[in-house]
């Protein structure tokens, strides 16, 4: 049996790349995986043969790192989170929204800013605290221009051999960060701020395209709205900092809002954690809470 990925699924065929040959063969799925109600993913490692008649057939599937709803991919690696410092104004806000979702789903996010050439002296000075503070609690953040072409040799690195969902709102460089990463991407470049520049997610194919030596794929990752799927204590949890140290907080579970003793409330006071952060945690917080029950 071979191995391989599949980079794209249509119409109830899966194109398999062949590890070894880095062919791409289109199959169709058969294999005990179908009982158990498993459909294959873009994204997934299977098994699959391809017969004397040159169907291809996938046989099995890998057990899964993770699997996303929006867009369908299993096992992604990482999130490159895409913020502009200007044209759109970098928002800490929308940050924190994106950030509390990629954790959710235990995925690795970056951040990425754009548009470094268009930052004044004064500007720089001015959300540098900002992007400090996400260094310090663990985020990686990479400055780029697309325009004066740099910071791209880091991410080219990041996403070497990785599948890679990107975020971002529209107008903040993605396509024109991921052409300038490869100009061989050109014609998917096209695809990809096609589908990148449409506002809702409509039911479209997904596809994996090679970029750098990694897997990208051509649809947005995560929809800012996202946060429908978490409930408080997740909330909580999905603020990175917060989580080390609600060990410290006096109740098991607090949420880091009224309770007393609360080691969150302590460190904002203290002006370890942003304001910024804190006042987004208590919005998405409430948000979440007056949520009107599914069920
Ligand atoms: P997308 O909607 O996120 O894919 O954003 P685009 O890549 O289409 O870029 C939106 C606009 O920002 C375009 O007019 C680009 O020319 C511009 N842009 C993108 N990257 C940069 C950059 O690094 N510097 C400057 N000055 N403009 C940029
Ligand atoms: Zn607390």
Do not use: W
Not at 156 to 161: A, D, F, S, T
Not at 267 to 274: G, K, L, W
């Amino acid at each position: 049996m071979k191995k391989g990925i599949i980079l794209k699924a249509l119409s109830g065929f899966y194109y398999v790349e062949d590890l070894e040959t880095k062919e791409t063969i289109q199959c169709r799925s058969r294999g005990l995986f179908r009982k158990q109600k498993i459909t294959p993913l873009v994204g997934d490692q299977v098994e699959f043969l391809v017969e004397p008649d040159g169907n291809g057939y996938v046989m099995g599937i890998d057990p899964r790192k993770n699997e996303l709803v929006r867009p369908p991919i299993a096992n992604v690696d990482l999130a490159l989170v895409v913020f502009s410092v200007k044209e759109p104004d970098f928002s800490p806000k929308l940050l924190d929204r994106f950030l509390a979702v990629i954790e959710m789903n235990q995925i690795e996010p970056v951040i990425v800013l754009t548009k470094l050439d268009l930052m004044t002296e004064e500007e720089k000075q001015a959300i540098e605290p900002i992007i400090d503070y996400y260094r310090e609690i663990g985020y990686q953040v990479i400055e780029t221009s697309s325009k004066q072409e740099f910071g791209l040799e880091s991410i080219n690195e990041l996403i070497k051999e990785r599948i890679v969902v990107i975020c971002g709102q529209s107008g903040v460089g993605k396509s024109s960060l991921l052409n300038s990463l490869d100009d061989s991407l050109n014609i998917q470049v096209n695809e990809i701020s096609k589908a990148l520049g449409r506002g809702k997610h409509t039911t479209r194919h997904v596809e994996l395209h090679k970029l750098s030596e990694g897997l990208i794929a051509d649809t947005p990752g995560f929809s800012s709205l996202d946060l429908d799927q978490l409930e408080p204590i997740d909330l909580s949890q999905c603020f990175i900092e917060f989580y080390d140290l609600s060990e410290q907080c006096k109740f098991r579970g607090c949420l880091h809002e009224n309770e007393p003793r609360c080691a969150v409330k302590a460190a904002v006071e203290e002006n370890e954690i942003i304001p910024t952060r804190y006042e987004n945690y208590l919005q998405f917080l409430t948000e979440i809470k007056s949520r009107k029950p599914k069920y």
